[in-house]
């Protein structure tokens, strides 16, 4: 039974539409201008390993944008409403906003212990959040978007969401041993659900989403969450229930005028995108990054953000996502971890045993985007060994030698001069560090950070055995002008790999890739991504002298 309503809080939500186009018309984005959001994450949990990766990974494609030279907002926070956090906070005695604050500063906490701060952290029980949810209902209601109807249906408490009958299962509950209904995508139990409620008009949208997607080929990556999303469009679409009877579920934003619903908590989360940038706008407080250049999510929520949410910003009339980046899960052992099972990986140990950058460069390197990535202490240990000590820091470090005594200031001349005048036997490794930038940012730009980590790690093994083929520690040991000028050559060659590195690696190890090119004696201001082509960034005379240790950047673990 569907029931027709008027739009709702008539004297503020008059004339919404009109308003927000108009400051659309005037927003200020700009092209240097880069948005990236995180997923704002659920407080009734700690965090673990997974959101720390999301919360690194959004920061490195943030600190890429900057190498690029843009002015970003990276976007972060928590979600804190919903009948999951409701019966949480009452099985452990406590009152709801106590209970997520708790939560929400530990992965404050985690964000800042990461250096992955956001630009804005936001919690959705923030009065600005409560405005913005509330301008949003209107203008949805404004528009026709929003009716009353009774909704039957399958409901998840842990996925706060409705199922068809096509998406659960019955089968028997592992940690039970009954049988139950059970949501296939999510596996978490699922209640049948009667009640009156407020409807989205989502199945209007079904065919302008697959344009969206079909015309905009890789505004959904990988491509196999894609093609998921596309699958799910071309089976129908149901409207979507965007409320939660009053008396079932208080902890929320009420739905405005109508005190006995609660809006559904997907609805409240996705607006943070907005709250972030300043919404509602007017004339004196336009967008200034929306929409979102680059949305992190799990591969989990690729429903909420690859159609709830542009459907939902279709009926507002307001700009879609340019990219919706969603990553793989993290296994141990290649099972999915879970309390239960006790494996679980707290990032705040794993950083402290190992550091945070080295951290960080395992979690991009190893991390999934298609593919779930797969834990273990021995592997930390295998690329920290293998690629920070054995290929980064032992090049660095026995180039920048007091015996060998590299001279910095002939690098920029050397560079010019190998451009045309390369030795025959140098010219595929002139060649290769030459491509190298290019082939990296290919693989950053689509958000495959770990494949770009490989191209980087390649091209230093292949630096190594330069070193190790053209010996100059022997050369050194000659006196003649031409091995004085070999000498500085091979290690132009071998620092200049070192180099273009650290500049690479700047946006997932920032804290150790910064003190590298410290050592190279490489300016503050020859720092950009531009200055990874071959050659670019190196001193000219007076040239400080290199800073001494490269060989302890990465000490020893055990």
Known sequence: MLLCIRPLIRSTALGLSARLLRV???????????????????????????HFYTIVLADTIRRYAQLLGKTTKLSGGTDEHGLKIQQA?????????????????????????????????????????????????????ERGFIYKGEHSGWYAVSDEAFYTQSQIEERIDPATGKQGMFAIESGQPVEWVSE??????????????????????NVIYPNIRRN??????????DDLSVSRPRDRLRWGIPVPGDDQHT??????????????????????SQPSFFPPDVQVVGKDIVRFHAVYWPALLMAAGLPLPKRILAHAHWTMGTQK?????????????????????????????????????????????????????????????????????????????????????????DVPFRDALSALP??????????????????????????????TENEPWNIAKRTDEHSRLRLQVVLFYALEAVRQAAIMLLPVMPEKASRLLDHLAVPLDQRMWSHSSFGAGWHISPLPKPLPGASQLFPKLE
């Open 24 to 50: 659309r018309l005037l927003g200020t984005k700009t092209a240097d201008k880069f948005y990236i959001t995180q997923p704002i994450f659920y407080v009734n949990s700690v965090p673990h390993i997974g």
């Open 89 to 141: 906070a009452a099985a452990h005695g406590e009152e709801p906003l106590p209970f997520c604050t708790k939560f929400s500063d530990r992965f404050r906490e985690l964000m800042t212990v990461a250096n992955a701060r956001p630009t804005d952290f936001i919690r959705t029980t923030d009065a600005r959040h409560y405005k913005a949810v509330s301008q949003f209902w209107n203008l949805l209601v």
């Open 196 to 217: 009156v409620n407020y409807k989205f008009r989502l199945s209007m949208f079904r065919d302008r989403l697959i344009e969206w997607i079909e015309e905009n080929p």
């Open 228 to 237: 998921e999303v596309l699958e799910w469009l071309k089976t129908g679409l």
């Open 263 to 284: 809006i559904y908590v997907w609805v409240d989360a996705l607006i943070n995108y907005l709250t972030v940038d300043g919404f509602p706008w007017n004339s004196n």
């Open 337 to 425: 971890m879970s309390k239960s099972k006790g494996n679980v990986v707290d990032p705040f140990q794993v950083i402290s045993k190992f550091g945070l950058d080295p951290i960080r460069y395992f979690i991009i390197r190893n991390g999934g985007i298609a593919d779930d990535g797969d834990y273990s202490d021995e592997e930390v240990l295998v690329r920290y060994k293998k690629d920070l000590v054995g290929q980064l820091a032992n090049l660095a470090s026995r180039c920048l030698s007091n015996r060998l005594n590299p001279d910095l200031s002939l690098f920029s001349a050397i560079a010019y001069q190998q451009q045309t005048h390369a030795d025959i036997a």
């Open 438 to 467: 290019a082939n990296v940012s290919a693989s950053f730009d689509q958000g495959e950070f770990g494949r770009g980590l490989g191209l980087i790690f390649d091209t230093l093994s292949m630096a190594n055995k330069y070193v």
